[in-house]
């Protein structure tokens, strides 16, 4: 019986695994991405869609005009789709994920590697994203679709990955490799480092923290470079707190170009060699892992400004990233 493949895209990992899983997926008539709003891929499948269920998961819908938007997009599906299908995801947590999986042609799902929380226990990434059952008006309100909200469900047909440490849980796990970068890496680069600045928080202690972090980093980073290149976090496009960190950027460290948001930083460290520095992103695990470039964290700098509530989770980073990636204030 024939099935149909639908994949989630998140980030750039999970799009490099997807394009390698595809590789044994014959018919790509079968196949349909699904794309986060805060990610934007350069794949050009025949079939796309940007958002499934168009809803505000904070506004006050009335129940019925939510349950609307779910049909909406359950059609949205069928009318992309032969038969049933298999999803390929990042994570179970999210709201319109789980509307996906309980969708009435979803056979099966399989999760595919997408960051750092990929390498911890099971435990902790479910404790992470707020473990819990439906409440009555969820139930209610998402027609009782939802199910448990966990970061990884059990059930999961197999796990695709790139790094053998990954997925501690997992039983049936599959060890891809995939490759960044196109093109051969040239003497004569321009780009020398990229600075990959990560999501500040929403709390005003976390984004005062991270900024002073940002402001001593790149202290050390006018120092050792002419120039720099830095790519902003999705979340942060077209608002205020993006517009915070370009000002930092532009005022305290080199000069400075900021490159596209369509750019993957791990392909570019790959064709030009550039130096990659962050503050925990798995980016920096990827760059370190996949290219010959040298990887460097500020992440003992904010670790000694930010309060030890606000490092709980952040703090927990599993050892194979530090195997990787050193200490900017060690240089």
């Not at 196109?182 to 005003?204: A, Q, R, W």
């Not at 490159?259 to 791990?266: H, K, Q, T």
Request: proline share 2%.
């Amino acid at each position: 019986m024939s099935k149909s493949h639908v994949f989630f895209l998140s980030n750039n990992i999970v799009e490099k695994i997807s394009k390698s899983i595809l590789k044994n997926i014959k018919n790509d008539e079968d196949i349909l991405f699904l794309v986060t709003d805060r990610y934007r891929t350069n794949l050009k499948p025949k079939k796309n869609i940007k958002e499934v269920y168009e809803i505000n998961i904070k506004s006050r819908y009335l129940f019925p005009m939510r349950w609307l938007k779910i049909k909406e997009g359950d059609r949205k599906i069928k009318d992309n789709v032969k038969c049933d299908f298999h999803l390929y995801l990042p994570y179970t947590h999210h709201f319109e994920v789980r509307l996906l999986m309980s969708h009435n042609m979803c056979s099966g799902f399989s999760i595919i590697e997408e960051g750092m929380t990929s390498y911890c226990k099971l435990e902790y990434a479910n404790e992470k994203s707020g473990s819990k059952k439906e409440s009555i008006k969820e139930k209610v309100s998402y027609l009782g679709r939802l199910g448990e909200k966990k970061f990884y469900r059990r059930g999961a047909e197999r796990v695709f990955c790139v790094h053998r440490d990954a997925f501690p849980w997992a039983e049936n796990k599959n060890v891809l490799d995939i490759e960044f970068g196109k093109e051969k890496k040239t003497k004569n680069s321009t780009i020398e480092c990229v600075l990959v600045l990560d999501n500040p928080g929403y709390y005003e202690e976390r984004i005062m923290a991270y900024s002073s972090a940002l402001v001593e980093a790149l202290k050390l980073l006018d120092k050792k470079y002419s120039k720099i290149h830095y790519k902003l976090h999705p979340v942060t496009y077209g608002n205020w707190k993006g517009a915070v960190l370009r000002n930092l950027v532009d005022r305290f460290g080199p000069q400075a170009l900021e490159i596209d948001r369509l750019a993957s930083v791990e392909d570019l460290a790959a064709n030009t060699g550039a130096d990659v520095v962050v503050n925990r992103s798995s980016v920096g695990f990827y760059c370190a892992l996949f290219t010959e470039c040298d990887v460097y964290s500020f992440r003992d700098i904010y670790a000694s400004i930010v309060s030890t509530g606000e490092l709980k989770w952040s703090s927990c980073t599993p050892q194979v990233y530090w195997n990787h990636v050193q200490f900017l204030s060690d240089l």
